[in-house]
């Protein structure tokens, strides 16, 4: 019997994997998407995922309010996101501007498909 490829889906530089309802997972894929899916597994990150996502680009002092966080806890939330991939940041004067990752998220939707 000839094993069928299968489409990788592309989660990090050098890790990707077959779509998860397709194959079985090697340990560095599920791995690697345990640590992504653990970034997410946060309700605050949930939410402050959602308000970037629908804003475009959030200035991370825009994210104190609608979360009720202080700044701390806001940078520690994305923190978390962007070393996930999920969130990509740049500094403009002393705050962070934050955008989704639109690739990262799409990454994701296919690797559960």
Same mark, same amino acid.
């Given at each position: 019997?000839?094993?069928? !490829? ?6 990090d530089e050098g ?11 090697? +340990?560095?894929?599920?791995? #690697?998407?345990? !640590? ?5 597994? +946060? ?6 995922? &959602?308000?970037?996502? +629908?804003?475009?680009?959030?200035? &991370?002092? +825009?994210? #104190? #309010?609608p979360l009720g966080?202080?700044?701390? *806890?806001?940078?520690?939330? *994305? ?8 969130? *990509? ?9 934050? !955008?989704?990752?639109? #690739?990262?998220?799409?990454?994701? !939707?296919?690797?559960?498909?």
């Amino acid at each position: 019997m000839s094993a069928r !490829r299968q489409p990788l889906v592309q989660l990090d530089e050098g890790v990707c994997c077959a779509p998860l309802l397709v194959s079985p997972l090697a +340990d560095a894929d599920a791995a #690697e998407l345990a !640590r992504v899916f653990g970034a997410l597994a +946060d309700p605050v990150r949930l939410r402050l995922l &959602s308000l970037v996502a +629908d804003g475009g680009e959030v200035c &991370s002092c +825009d994210l #104190e #309010e609608p979360l009720g966080k202080s700044q701390p *806890t806001i940078s520690h939330h *994305t923190k978390a996101l962007a070393e996930a991939g999920l969130l *990509t940041g740049e500094k403009r004067g002393r705050w962070m501007m934050w !955008r989704v990752v639109p #690739e990262r998220l799409a990454a994701l !939707r296919s690797a559960l498909s």
